[in-house]
């Protein structure tokens, strides 16, 4: 009769769900008031309803998730093998003939389960989170222009800069508006009084009728020369588009994987384009060098012009050669893509990768099983995220360095050290 483990894996399993739960909260709980701290300026402030606050940070939560899940997979296997090794149940199993690799299958195996839940909490659930979340900001800017207008500052929009008096709901005190023309003239706009009113034609819009008008108006092109009008009243109105929080276009962070694959494949045709388009002016700038070569030749030896002056312009063709081929084509945005489409698949991948590091680690632990895994856990969880932001930040400074490696390298490394831990640990 084949021996089986069923009571044993269900055992380290039922350990390894009771510290994950217990992590997972944790990490919860510290990402969870990280979010309500960046939420508390531009929105707990103001006088915006509870309920739609709720929503607000409901729809912040997927980001959260999706982030406690390896973390706490990573504290909560430590803690979970830690607890059986320091009360000496690793040892026991041992004595009963039971192997590690047993006791290995069980936290693997939630470990993957872990790993495709912080997966599709990423890639589905943020994405949704994200635009909901837009929405239901775009309600409130009307409903509470105080979330974007704010008394007494200086905001800056995409085309304009906007200073504003005391704010009191939808009215406005002595506002001040810069911005530029469509024909590229520059303007200052200044009125006593403004209301903020919802246009019924367009919502993408956000209107302003401005009493007391004055208008300043400069041409860059014409020095010295300015307009003055004025008038009663204008309306003005702001691209909704153009408001910096909460109703900016998704970036590829908050886009699913398969919608930020695909622009990275149009932005990969456009680089591979302008780099075709780079080598053809090469090409056509070494050709009318040797043209000019040839000329060159033919009007020293016809006593037209002298060597040096020839020389001269030759080498002033050949430095403007030698620029563009030492010009570098880079696509900024396309680098930023790819690092955020390696991201969305090494952090939850991380859920294994934490669990075969944290099974060594915790075989090693004698004394305080729980205790140590949670503080080797944070430790760890912090040296890996440390290690994420030193990645993506070389990979955006750097297009030298792959976005393979700069988001892969941490899991590597983690799983390195687990398997360097293990090695020790079956010598003992």
């Known amino acids: 009769m084949a021996r089986t483990y069923t009571r044993i894996s269900g055992y380290i399993a039922r350990e390894f769900l009771f510290s994950f739960v217990v992590a ?8 969870f008031i990280n979010q309500i701290l960046l939420l508390a300026e531009q929105i707990l402030t103001r006088r915006v309803p509870p309920l739609d606050v709720a929503r607000l940070i409901f729809y912040s939560l997927p980001s959260i998730v999706a982030l406690s ?16 090794s320091a009360d000496n149940e690793i040892i026991a199993f041992q004595a009963s003939g039971v192997p590690h690799r047993r006791l290995f299958v069980p936290l693997l195996a939630l470990g993957v ?19 909901n979340f837009g929405r239901l900001y ?46 590229g003239e520059q303007r200052v706009i200044t009125a006593s009084q403004a209301a903020l009113t919802e246009p019924g034609g367009d919502a993408g819009l956000l209107s302003m009728i401005l009493d007391g008008v004055v208008t300043h108006t400069t041409d860059p092109l014409r020095t010295g020369e300015y307009t003055y009008s004025s008038a009663d009243r204008m309306e003005y109105n702001i691209l909704l588009s153009d408001l910096a929080f909460g ?14 694959w695909q ?10 384009a302008r780099l075709t388009g780079q080598q053809r002016l090469i090409a056509a700038l070494r ?73 060594p680690i915790g075989l090693l632990t004698r004394r305080a099983g729980r205790a140590v895994g949670f503080g ?5 969880s912090t040296l890996y995220w440390s290690m994420l932001i030193a990645g993506q930040t070389m990979g955006i400074n750097n297009p030298a360095v792959s976005p393979v490696v700069a988001m892969w390298a941490p899991n590597v490394v983690i799983l390195v050290f687990g398997s360097i831990a293990y090695a020790f640990r079956m010598r003992r």
């Open 69 to 84: 899940f390896p973390f706490g997979s990573l504290v909560g296997a430590l803690m979970a093998v830690g607890r059986c």
């Open 138 to 183: 775009r309600e409130l800017v009307f409903s509470n222009p105080e979330l974007e207008l704010e008394p007494f500052t200086v905001r800056g929009f995409q085309n304009s800069v906007i200073v504003t008096g005391a704010v009191d709901g939808r009215r406005i005190d002595d506002l001040v508006i810069l911005d530029r023309t469509e024909t």
């Open 24 to 31: 997972f909260l944790f990490f919860f709980f510290i990402f």
């Open 263 to 272: 622009v990275i494949l149009e932005r990969r045709q456009t680089l591979e």
């Open 287 to 359: 050709t009318e060098l040797a043209a000019d070569y040839a000329a060159a030749v033919d009007s020293v030896a016809a006593g037209q012009s002298t060597v040096a002056r020839v020389t001269a312009d030759l080498n002033t063709r050949l430095r403007q050669i030698e620029t563009e081929s030492a010009r570098r084509v880079v696509d900024r945005t396309l680098d930023n893509y790819e690092l955020e489409f390696h991201k969305k698949f090494a952090i939850p991948f991380a859920c294994m990768v934490f669990v075969l590091f944290a099974f």
């Open 113 to 131: 389960v872990f790993s495709v839940t912080s997966f599709v909490m990423n890639d589905y659930f943020l994405p949704l989170g994200t635009l």
């Open 376 to 380: 080797v856990g944070l430790l760890v």
């Open 247 to 260: 109703l900016r276009a998704p970036g590829p962070r908050e886009m699913a994987s398969y919608d930020v």
